[in-house]
């Protein structure tokens, strides 16, 4: 076994047991830490994907940015209760029930028609990124720049006035 | 087992994690945090199949364009989360029930 394939087997052991890990998590905090592994070990997959890019991008922005975000919100809404905030589940019959008979149904199909395919070397993938980002992909990159801009304004406004309470 | 089946499997393993996440936990960050774990099952599966196809980048920029999404929303959502725990005292959506009637 080449030590690509045992890097790659690591990776997803990790992403798999954090995610589980994050279901079984007690406090939001240790919930936002082990999502921080499961992101991490999928970029990780990401690079061994020949997706260098996606995996840059997916450390900058979800480890970097929405995890940041993430725990800033944990320490705002943890302020007033003065104690960590604890999770506490509800309908569990419900959300085993359904879980298991989304991941059997999409074990069922993926085992029963997934064609395996030659992997194919890969060419230069940063280098075709940036060039159909300015030719195909020009519209959807400034569509989304207007999102980000909406985003932007858009939660500054909605946090911008806390002031008023219900007693 | 082939790689790319093991992948498929890892994003159906984490989307129905994020399911079981999103109907049981109270929290309401613990939800947000679900939502992003079943996007990102999403983005394993279209970098995983964009291998197959290395003259074409769409799968990876359709997952580029996810994670931006993904961004957005969460931006906007922990907003709402504050917003209304500033307001109600409580990050939990059970006990926001002024309209029960």
Redesign the interface.
């Given at each position: 076994m080449s030590s690509a394939l045992i890097t790659y087997y690591v990776f997803m052991f990790t992403a798999a047991a954090s995610a589980i890990a994050l279901l079984f998590a007690r406090s939001v905090f240790k919930g936002a830490l082990w999502f921080l592994i499961c992101l991490l070990s999928i970029a990780g997959l990401f690079v061994l994907s020949y997706a260098e890019f996606v995996a840059v991008t997916q450390i900058l922005i979800y480890a970097g940015g929405v995890l940041v975000v993430i725990l800033f919100g944990i320490m705002f809404t943890s302020k007033l209760a003065a104690k960590p905030l604890r999770v506490e589940n509800t309908n569990v019959i419900g959300g085993i029930v359904a879980g298991t008979l989304i991941f059997g149904l999409l074990t069922k199909l993926v085992l029963e028609n997934t064609v395996v395919t030659e992997i194919a070397s890969s060419p230069r993938a940063i280098e075709s990124i940036g060039l159909s980002l300015m030719t195909d992909y020009a519209l959807p990159f400034e569509v989304i720049g207007l999102l980000l801009l909406i985003t932007l304004i858009g939660a500054s406004v909605v946090t911008a006035f806390m002031k008023e309470k219900k007693q | 087992m082939?790689?790319?089946?093991?992948?498929?499997?890892?994003g159906?393993?984490?989307?129905?994690?994020?399911?079981?996440?999103i109907?049981?936990?109270?929290?309401a960050?613990?939800m947000?945090?679900g939502i992003?774990?079943m996007l990102?099952a999403s983005?394993?599966n279209l970098?995983?199949f964009?291998?197959?196809?290395?003259?074409r980048?769409d799968g990876?920029?359709f997952?580029?364009?996810v994670?931006?999404?993904?961004?957005?929303e969460?931006?906007?959502g922990?907003?709402?989360?504050?917003?209304v725990?500033?307001?109600?005292?409580t990050?939990i959506p059970?006990n926001i029930n002024e309209l029960k009637g």
């Open positions: - | 082939n790689s790319l089946i093991l992948m498929i499997l890892l159906a393993l984490l989307f129905s994690i994020g399911a079981m996440i109907v049981m936990k109270k929290n960050i613990m947000l945090l992003e774990l990102n983005n394993i970098v995983a964009n291998r197959f196809y290395p003259t980048m990876q920029m997952a580029l364009f994670i931006l999404v993904a961004v957005c969460t931006a906007i922990l907003a709402l989360i504050l917003r725990y500033q307001y109600y005292q990050s059970e």
